[in-house]
């Protein structure tokens, strides 16, 4: 009988195929097994959002009673006020933090962990480690006296979202710098080019997939930051967080699930805006 050798010892192979097919048996289980965790966890709580957007009535049934775009019709100026704002804040947000997490990223290239860097690297992330109604909070105790007084401003909520977003995009900018950027940085700068143009024709073309990856990232953080929001936010203001809680808090389910699903499609085509694609006959030549 033929066979194979393992640590010097005979197999024969129809051991070995049997020993496959159970090993591929509990790989294709254990794969299936993890897909359906993750529909069950992250899916199908939007499939049932989605549902009762678009339901008449359902209570004690596996499916809605009836089907009707009634909710979206109800929804008036205030809660498209409030998506709009949403999407305001969150654009604003993003930017900014991706501009800024590019800024001490750079920085701080190059610099001793064990100095200076150090302590401001570990100060940037700072917000990441304080639970966000604690910072939100820390916020609006700094910033409700005169003469910085931003507490009847929406700028307060934009301050306090910058600061929960900020150590992501820092992340996703450091994380992109790799060594052979400062070769490349360095190299054109002892050719002579001036500091903004190695920025804008050396590092910025190369960092462009990480500043997507910063955008998309704090535009979804900020759109569904409740937390410190809801302890910051001026009277008249609001977020489709802040409109939703309030809803479910009424018991308007069913409303709230209407306008939940309409920020989900704006989101989603926000994000498939920011992580679209230039082609390059329309790229503008620098």
């Not at 359902?58 to 704002?85: M, V």
């Not at 610099?111 to 690297?121: F, H, P, Q």
Request: proline letters at 6%.
């Amino acid at each position: 009988m033929s066979a194979e050798f393992r640590i010097g010892q005979a197999v024969p192979r129809h051991q070995i195929g049997w020993g496959d097919t159970v090993l591929k048996h509990a790989s294709r289980a254990a794969l299936a097994l993890a897909a359906f965790a993750c529909f069950w966890l992250f899916v199908l709580p939007v499939v049932v959002v989605a549902l009762s957007s678009v339901s008449t009535q359902w209570s004690g049934t596996i499916l809605p009673a009836g089907y009707s775009l009634r909710w979206f019709e109800r929804l008036g100026s205030p809660e498209y006020d409030a998506l709009l704002t949403s999407l305001e804040i969150g654009f604003g947000v993003s930017a900014v933090g991706t501009a800024l997490g590019l800024w001490l990223a750079l920085a701080l290239e190059g610099r001793d962990r064990r100095g200076l860097g150090a302590v401001v690297d570990a100060l940037v992330m700072v917000p990441n480690g304080v639970p966000s109604v604690v910072l939100g909070l820390a916020v609006l105790i700094a910033y409700h006296q005169k003469p910085f007084d931003l507490s009847s401003s929406a700028a307060i909520v934009v301050l306090v979202q910058l600061a929960l977003i900020l150590p992501f995009c820092y992340r996703c900018a450091a994380a992109a710098l790799r060594p052979e950027l400062t070769v490349l940085r360095e190299a054109a700068a002892s050719l002579g080019a001036p500091p903004a143009m190695v920025l804008r024709r050396v590092l910025l073309p190369q960092l462009v997939p990480a500043l997507r990856a910063s955008l998309a990232l704090g535009f979804a953080l900020s759109l569904g930051e409740l937390g410190a929001t809801l302890t910051v936010y001026p009277p008249g203001f609001a977020t489709v967080p802040i409109v939703v809680i309030g809803q479910v808090e009424r018991g308007y389910y069913l409303p709230a699930s209407a306008l939940s699903l309409l920020m989900l499609g704006a989101s989603l085509a926000a994000l498939l805006l920011i992580a679209a694609r230039v082609p390059r006959g329309k790229r503008v030549a620098s």
